[in-house]
């Protein structure tokens, strides 16, 4: 059997930004901001941890975080990111 991915939109940071705004917390954005105050994304020098439905996580800096449907956090490396998504225009 085959199938369609359904379109979805969803949220996307450069994981090189968030470690950048890491010590002003007030910096990130809301979504991440949030997720960093409950320990499910840590920034580290080199990336983040995350805490994932599926268990414990490591971003490099280079990839993408993606906030999914369920509001869960998940990283993606740039090249699969850019062959899935494209930037919406709002």
């Known amino acids: 059997m ?17 470690v950048d705004r890491h010590y ?10 949030n997720a960093i105050s409950v320990r499910r994304v840590r920034p ?14 490591f ?9 999914g449907v369920a509001n869960e956090f998940y990283s993606c490396k740039p090249d699969i990111f850019a062959a899935t998504y494209e930037r919406e225009e709002p």
């Open 2 to 18: 085959k199938y369609r991915k359904k379109p979805v939109v969803v949220n996307a940071w450069l994981i090189q930004d968030i």
């Open 24 to 33: 002003g917390l007030e910096s990130q954005p809301e979504p991440i901001a």
């Open 44 to 57: 580290v020098l080199n990336g983040v941890y995350i805490d994932t439905l599926e268990g414990g996580m």
């Open 59 to 67: 971003g490099r800096l280079e990839d993408y975080l993606i906030m």
